[in-house]
């Protein structure tokens, strides 16, 4: 059994966690908040019931990987780990002084991954003394189910570390597609101005949100229109995304949609908050 710690018990982390412990990993979930964390397991606890009714978990297999799942809430429980996965709030400010105390509190020949979206791995890694030991490790929501992990070099990562970080996606069922470090590297790249201009068309009375995203399955054959998967990922995240990739590119094409920055001032996120572009119940 190796071990594993994953900084930030939201979506993203507590399906990064359930993950590790299904295939055996000893996981340490670390979060600030502990209402953050008890959601967190009772997420996990949930998705691993899910997995057992659809007939794809053996019946006692949810309390064997629980049991593999610890919690803290201070960045020092990261020691003992062979690999530190960051899955914090997308904000630059906060993954820069993560990185910095993770520097000195993990192991020195453990590998340290961040699972943005979008952010420098380049400047992320430039905050450690470590920098050919920090990578990309981007999993796609929701993490149990998509097999996809974006696994990204900075400009100092190391070819061991690529080369075990690729094996480790690998060893967790996951598909790891390795990629260079420019802003929203691959798979937002793509997918963000396409949700950018899907608002853009709502927000010029083109169409409805709901013809929007029909257009898009019918005719494009995706299986979630643009929109609804905008509020599915949540739109201050999808704004921080485009963000991140306009003042990083310095194409104005990148542009954030002004509803786009509307909708989040007022709140209205997606799923989370119950409002988006499609009302959701509790």
């Known amino acids: ?32 908040a502990p209402a953050a964390l008890e959601k967190g397991l009772a997420t996990i606890r949930a998705n691993l019931d899910r997995q057992v009714k659809k007939g794809t978990l053996a019946e006692d297999a949810p309390a064997r990987i629980l049991a ?11 020691a003992g780990a062979e ?26 020949t453990a590998i ?33 189910v998509m097999k996809l992990v974006e696994v990204i070099r900075g400009h100092a990562t190391s ?15 996951k598909t790891p597609v390795e990629v260079n470090d420019y802003p929203g590297f691959v798979a937002n790249r793509i997918l963000m101005p396409m ?14 949100p709901e013809a929007v995203d029909t257009v898009m399955k019918l005719g494009m054959a995706h299986p979630m229109g643009p929109l609804a998967l905008a509020d599915f990922i949540g739109l ?22 002004p509803l786009l920055r509307r909708m989040v001032a ?10 988006g572009f499609y009302q959701y119940g509790e």
Not at 11 to 20: E, L, P, Q, R
Not at 68 to 78: C, G, H, P, Q, R
Not at 114 to 127: C, D, G, L, M, Q
């Open 1 to 32: 059994m190796k071990r594993v710690a994953v900084i930030g018990a939201g979506t993203m982390g507590n399906g990064i966690a359930h993950v590790f412990a299904q295939h055996n990993w000893g996981v340490t979930l670390v979060d600030v």
């Open 68 to 78: 593999l799942v610890a919690t803290a809430t201070a960045l020092e429980a990261v």
């Open 83 to 108: 690999l530190v996965v960051e899955a914090a709030t997308e904000n630059p400010a906060l993954k820069f002084k993560i990185f910095e105390t993770l520097d000195t509190a993990a192991d020195p």
């Open 112 to 144: 340290l991954a961040t699972n943005t979206s979008s952010i420098s791995i380049t400047a992320i890694a430039a905050r450690t003394k470590r920098p050919a030991q920090v990578i990309g490790m981007h999993f796609m929501n929701p993490v149990p």
């Open 159 to 173: 070819d061991a570390t690529t080369q075990a970080t690729l094996a480790i996606a690998t060893a967790l069922g």
């Open 195 to 208: 949700i950018n201009e899907a608002v853009y068309t709502v927000m010029e009375g083109v169409a409805t």
């Open 236 to 257: 201050d995240v999808c704004l921080a995304i485009l963000e991140v990739m306009h003042h990083g590119l310095g194409d104005p094409k990148y542009r954030p949609c």
């Open 266 to 275: 007022a709140g209205h996120l997606g799923r989370k908050s119950g409002q």
